[in-house]
Each structure stands twice: as structure tokens, then as C-alpha cells.
């Protein structure tokens, strides 16, 4: 199926309503694998993070990881779950060669976590609640890298290479119910779910949940219902969407193609989808497994988990204020409207803009430099925010020296310029760059007389009553003095030179 075989969107919606599913993966970040003890760190030489557990070699005994359990704990309740009392892993059978063992251990019928809600909050403040079937614990694969062909996949490569160093990897898979009513709106309801959870897994701290490095991932479900049909149509899944706009635009894409192949009395095939990055369109995968196919057991080799209830209400105590709360209340105490809170968020500037509030600032200072000329730098520079090599403390202590009137905007702008090429602390790259203010009346003196000299015209304007000509003799005086005189006083000096009141 290609772009051109789609029927717009509109159309797509007139005739069918979307049911979604989404899957999402999320690795924990855990210093060792979730049942040996080899290391999770990255950039190690391929292979060589890896045992005979993880290798699944005979005679080899897995170990859970009591951290990945206690992670899955706090992100269940986090999702407002309910945390099983008992429940066990189980081996999921299937041969792949990223999978060392031909199974992956996970959790089947008896996940740790199950029947929650995140709600969501869209763009224009509406609030959609999705509802979590489960949450569960399993292992990831490895990585295969297919050499030799041109897309990078498997097909037309010439040989395949193994990195078994992510197999084992502890994961949390968080499955929603499906996600009905959204209409038209489902797309974005599926980008702000995922924006929403990847929130809430960073303030839990137990995983950076990066997409872009693979830390977390989704996997978009898709179905189309005729209009006034209860009955759920035959899903495709989209396998391994790793950015917020990819999740919007793969659930849109795959809306419009299954609504061309209904249409032209087509049948949908259950499969999964590759996403394409390049112009948003997705291609056939392979047919995709029902669950039996797997030929789930139970795990003989490890011994179930009994989560204490004294120990899950202890972690219950533990949890942050959850993020769309957090970000409601930040947006009264800052006093900015939904839609400036909303651009805040999409630029990943909240907890820097709270960090450096917290280290002094006044917010729609914190706001105006992480948001204007940082976003700028981090922009030009392919990076987000917070990869930017400047802290919240630096961007306070500039945001204090403007406040008191050591600094004027274009002279801070040339100090984040020196903060961010390594230059040192703000007050260092004031002092090597000989950036302070000249306010002093001695220093600005010769400078302000020399442009009333060179400007006598303007100079009798404002002589002759018109008081706002002004700014043309402190701009030659800011030009002057390279942008370092203080120009509310360069103003009061030449109205006094000129004997007119301000």
C-alpha cells in the first residue's frame, strides 16, 4: 500500500470510527539485566556484556532483578493499578535469531500490574482518559543489524550481524485498553498518551525513557469500526514507533489506509507494520501471531513474585506528584496561559524552567531565556534542552545580573554564548569577555555628548517637545559603547544635556 492508495482523512472519519491499542516498552534503568547480572551500560564492544543466562546456555539459571520488580511496581501505581498480590513470569516460545534463548521470558496471563488509567491532557486542554489493560515485566532481545541491502532490513541484505548485549535488558510493557471515542482526534490522543507516560516514567526516575535511543518504544494498534458498528474491526500493528510525532503520524496514516482498502471492499490483514520516518507511510511487515502461537507456559525456572502489601504502600508513599498535575500547578504559580504551558512542555522545558526558578529566578525570566535564545542554540545545534552544556544555576545567576542591571539583554545573550562554548560561569565569561554594563556617569558622558554632537537634528526635536526621538540618541550611544551602556541612564542623560523633561 502506498500514499496514493489512502482516502483523505476527513472521508476516512465520515464513514469509520478508530479503536486503537497501544503497546508501549519502556527500559528500565537498571545497572544489571533483569535476570543475570551482566551490565546494561551502554557502548560496551558487541557481545561483550552478555553470560550463559542471558545466553540461555544449558544449565544456566535465571535470577530476577529486585529492582526491575520494585520499577514495576512504582510505575503500576503510578498508572493507578492494581498491583497483583502473586504473580508469575512465563517463557513466550519463538525463534528469532536476536533471541539467544528462542524464548522470551515475560509475563502472560498474571501480569504484576493491571486495570489503570493515565489521563491525558490535549492541546487544547481537554482532558481524555486512557485506560491500562496490564503492565508487565519481561526481558528485551538483542539487536540484529542486516548488512549489504538498502533500507537496513532484513530484506536484500547480504548477511545479518548479532549484538546480544540488549538481550535481557529488564523492560515494563504498559498495554492499554482499547482506546474508543476519540473520533477524529485519535492521532493526537495517541502522541499525548505517549508524551504523558514517557512524563511520568522520567519522574519516577526509573528509566530516561528516550525514544530517539530506544528506551522506550511503541508499538500503535489500529482498527476501523463502521459508523454505528459496536464490533471492533481486524487490527494492524505498527512495530517500534520511536518518536511522539512518528506515533501521531503512523496512527493517521494507517486510519486512512484502512479506510481505502474498506472502502474498495478490501479485507484487512491482521500483520505487523514497519513505519517509515521519511514520509510518515507504513509497510507490511509479517502475518501477525496470536497469542496461542506463542505457546505460553509458565516460567519452571524461577519462582513467583509476592509483592508485600506493607512493602507496595510503602512505594505508594514514595511517588512524585504526577506531571500533568505538577505542570497545572507550575502553570498557575508561573501565571502563563494553557497554550504557553503546552509549547513549554513540547520543547522539554519544564524542569529546567522549574530548576531555575527554584535557583532564584523570577519564572518569565527562567521562562524568556530557556524558551528564546537557549531553544535558539539547542535548535541550531540538533540537541534538545537539556543536552545543552549550561545549568539552570548558570541561567539564574544571568538571569540576576540582568535583573540588577549588570547586564542588558544583548550583553546576556553574549554570555550564554560564552557559557555554552565552555568558556566558564557566567560571572567568569562577564569578566574575561568585558561584558558588564557602563552605567556610570563619567564613563557615559563623552558618549553621550558625542551623539548629540553628531546628531543635531534629532537633538532639537527633542528640544522642540518630541521627547520620543530619544531612542535614535541612545541607540548611537549604545553602538558606541558596543551595547555596554545602560540605556534607561543614557536616556536621563540626554534629556539633562538637552534640558528637557523626561
Known amino acids: 500500500m502506498t500514499v496514493t492508495d489512502l482516502v483523505s482523512y476527513e472521508d476516512a472519519l465520515a464513514s469509520y470510527d478508530p479503536v486503537m491499542g497501544l503497546e508501549v516498552h519502556v527500559e528500565l534503568g537498571t545497572k544489571t539485566k533483569m535476570f543475570c547480572g551482566c551490565s546494561t551500560e551502554l557502548g560496551a564492544e558487541p557481545n561483550a556484556q552478555t553470560c550463559p543466562t542471558c545466553l540461555g546456555l544449558p544449565g544456566s539459571l535465571p535470577v530476577v532483578n529486585a529492582t526491575g520488580v520494585e520499577s514495576a511496581v512504582k510505575i503500576g501505581l503510578a498508572l493507578h493499578c492494581e498491583i497483583a498480590e502473586w504473580c508469575r513470569f512465563a517463557r513466550k516460545n519463538y525463534f528469532y535469531p536476536d533471541m539467544p534463548k528462542n524464548f522470551q521470558t515475560s509475563q502472560y496471563d ?47 541484505a547480504s548477511h545479518s550481524l548479532l549484538d546480544y548485549n540488549r538481550a535481557g535488558i529488564p523492560l515494563i510493557e504498559i498495554v492499554t485498553k482499547p482506546i474508543t471515542g476519540a473520533g477524529e482526534r485519535a492521532p493526537e490522543v495517541a502522541k499525548a498518551y505517549v508524551a504523558e507516560l514517557r512524563e511520568l516514567i522520567r519522574a519516577l526516575g526509573v528509566s530516561e525513557a528516550r525514544m530517539e535511543m ?6 500503535v494498534n489500529l482498527s476501523l469500526m463502521p459508523k454505528g458498528s459496536e464490533r471492533f474491526g481486524t487490527r494492524s500493528e505498527t512495530k517500534n514507533v520511536n518518536s511522539l510525532r512518528s506515533v501521531e503520524r503512523a496512527a493517521r496514516f494507517e486510519i486512512q489506509r484502512h479506510a481505502a482498502v474498506l472502502s474498495s471492499g478490501g479485507s484487512i490483514v491482521q500483520e505487523t507494520r514497519h513505519f517509515h520516518e521519511d514520509d510518515g507511510s507504513t509497510t507490511s511487515g509479517r502475518i501477525k501471531e496470536e ?125 550564554i554564548v560564552g557559557v555554552l562554548a565552555g568558556e566558564g560561569d557566567p560571572d567568569t565569561v562577564v569578566e574575561k569577555r568585558g561584558l558588564k554594563v557602563v552605567s556610570d556617569d563619567g564613563a557615559l558622558g563623552a558618549a553621550v555628548d558625542e551623539a548629540i554632537a553628531g546628531n543635531a537634528a534629532v537633538a532639537d526635536k527633542i528640544r522642540g517637545g518630541k521627547v520620543a526621538a530619544v531612542g535614535a540618541l541612545v541607540g548611537a550611544v549604545m553602538k558606541t559603547t558596543r551595547g555596554q551602556a545602560d540605556a534607561a541612564r543614557v536616556k536621563e542623560l540626554i534629556l539633562q544635556r538637552l534640558g528637557v523633561e523626561g
Request: hydrophobic residues 40%.
Open 110 to 156: 498474571e501480569p504484576i500490574a493491571f486495570d489503570g488509567y493515565l489521563d491525558v491532557q490535549l492541546e487544547d486542554g481537554e482532558v481524555f482518559r486512557v485506560e491500562i489493560e496490564r503492565a508487565h515485566m519481561e526481558e528485551d532481545t538483542g539487536k540484529s543489524t542486516h548488512v549489504g541491502g538498502a533500507t537496513g532490513r532484513i530484506h536484500g
Open 291 to 415: 497469542a496461542e502461537d506463542y505457546r505460553y507456559f509458565p516460567e519452571p525456572d524461577l519462582v513467583p513474585v509476592a509483592p508485600p502489601r506493607t512493602w507496595v504502600e510503602e512505594l505508594r508513599a514514595t511517588l512524585p506528584e504526577l506531571p500533568r498535575l505538577r505542570r497545572n500547578r507550575l502553570r498557575e504559580e508561573w501565571g502563563v496561559p494553557a497554550l504557553e504551558m503546552q509549547a513549554i512542555l513540547n520543547a522539554g522545558a519544564v524542569d529546567l524552567i522549574a530548576a531555575t526558578v527554584e535557583a532564584g529566578a523570577q519564572p518569565a525570566a527562567a521562562r524568556k531565556w530557556w524558551m528564546g535564545e537557549l531553544a535558539r542554540s539547542a535548535n541550531e545545534s540538533g540537541r534538545s534542552l537539556d543536552e545543552l552544556d549550561i545549568t539552570p544555576v548558570q541561567v539564574a545567576r544571568i538571569a540576576a545580573l540582568v535583573a540588577a542591571g549588570e547586564l542588558n539583554d544583548k550583553l546576556a545573550r553574549q554570555v
Open 214 to 219: 530506544g528506551q522506550m518504544r511503541c508499538d
